[in-house]
């Protein structure tokens, strides 16, 4: 049966030729439709519940929110093992924070369960809305005493005015939650603490004959006393700090009644020269090339990186920046884009140096390409077991990628080279591609399903984890399977045509014509 369809395919090159082209045309159409993202989501069986309670909430109020949301835990049977952690340190707090929490919920086994976005849709509904407390919940996987959230998209927003930061932020915030695809958006500068500034009027205290550093250095000292002098005990020197009475600056108002000292000797309250303003602070200010600049984030849900972005430029293409505002992606973003370029490159070097193998092996230029072809042919059919598999275009497949460019050759090589046997013998290209065929049909078959089959663990895995090595699996497997049509069928057409090239380009060297 082989015989005869490679019979046919030698007698109808054109139509072989078309159908082969059209099917990789076809095929790699498919990634127009694909995302791309850093790396695929993994349900490693846990999900994190972040707490945040009003600035200023002491650890017992924060430590009753948290039992309220566990109550409300406990109608989900997918749930193993809960740890929680209440007033943990954050970034921005080195000390801890008294008004933040975290549950880390272990699921059962996840051939037990529903998927981990469904438990996590699940656990969302469960908690609601808890009063004076904002909860966010993201599966994750364990990573120690803490948590790695999956998948993500990170931007920064630049300006040197504070205000202009807040409000853009606040707006992209806002626009990022109207994606479907995106939830849990938050700023960096929501991390914010309330303050107080005294505002020193210099007008007013000059009048009295006082210093915008006398006032500071009182109220430095008032607020949070000043050292004047060190006691010795037993050889310890002991810091004597003084600050003004703890009882009678409880308040703000008692601030403002600060006594200051006058070169005339007289007193003054600190509410004649300067003014108290409360407002919100940074906890921190970050920069980048002296930049300042506010993270936005929010994570991805049923959807890819690539996705996500497009849908989040489309939005802004509409939206003025203010002043001096600008963004840029980073995060996953610069990740999968650093990643892809090296990539590529290493896929086009891997290409230049299998062709210069196979053709320094078969001592030509030209009978390498006819086994080169194939590769193109592995990699949109790899692209589309991705597809259908519903995966992405992530590092993991692209590695894929670059491990079936080695693979799928060696059955042409296989096939070629038997061809060149056969001609060596005497045979014609047509009879020694008629003769071949059928004799390395076997040996073919036996290492393409060996190393099929031997993929299909890594491909239908559904373990903790599995996401990750699924996608390199398929495009393999899928490349590999394809491909080796491709290498019975086309790789003996395209041989044939560069046999009958050839032999035409020497005729004419040789004819009465081309030598005049």
Known sequence: GYRRLLKFAITHKALIVGVALAFMIGSASVLSVMGMEFMMEMDQGYVSVSITTPRGSVLEETSGTVDT??????????????????????????????????????????????????????????????????????????MGAGMMSGGTVDMNIYSEDQEILRQTSEDIVSLMSTLPALRNASSSMEESYPQSRVVIDRNKASSYGLQASSVANTVSMAVSGRTVTQYKVAGDEIDVVMRYDVDRLQYL????????????????????????????????????????????????????????????????????????????????????????????????????????????????????????????IAWTAGLCGLFFMGASVNVASFIGLILLMGIVVNNGIVLVDYINI?????????????????????????????????????????????????????????????STLVTLVLIPVLYLILHNIRKAINNRRKSPVADL
Request: net charge negative.
């Open 422 to 482: 056969r001609r060596r013998a005497g045979l014609s290209a047509f009879d020694a591609i008629l003769e071949a065929g059928p004799i390395r049909l076997r040996p073919i078959l036996m290492t393409t399903i060996t190393t099929v089959v031997g993929l299909l663990p890594m491909v239908f895995s559904s373990g903790e984890g599995s996401e990750m090595q699924a996608p390199m699996g398929a495009v393999i497997a899928v490349g590999l399977t394809l």
């Open 253 to 376: 108002s008692d601030l403002e009644n600060l006594t200051l000292m006058t070169p005339a000797g007289t007193s003054v309250p600190l509410s004649e020269v300067a003014s108290i303003i409360s407002d919100q602070g940074l906890s921190s200010i970050t920069k980048s090339n002296r930049k300042q600049y506010v993270t936005v984030s929010a994570e991805i849900a049923g959807s890819t990186l690539s996705e996500v972005t497009a849908d989040i430029d489309r939005l802004l293409a509409d939206y003025t920046f203010l002043g001096d505002s600008s963004y840029e992606y980073t995060g996953s973003f610069i990740s999968m884009t650093d990643s892809f370029e090296s990539l590529l490159l290493a896929l086009i070097l891997g290409f230049v140096l299998v062709y210069m193998v196979i053709a320094s092996q078969f001592e030509s230029l030209a009978y390498p390409g006819t086994i080169l072809f194939s590769i193109p």
């Open 69 to 142: 949301v566990l109550a409300r835990l406990d109608g989900i049977e997918e749930i193993e093992d809960i740890s929680v952690t209440v007033g943990g340190g954050g970034l921005l707090s080195a000390g801890g924070s008294s008004n933040s929490a975290s549950i880390s919920i272990k699921l059962i086994p996840k051939l037990q369960r529903k998927p981990i976005v469904e438990v996590e849709e699940d656990i969302r509904t469960a908690i609601g809305a808890v009063v004076g407390a904002e909860c966010t919940v993201s599966a994750g996987s364990s």
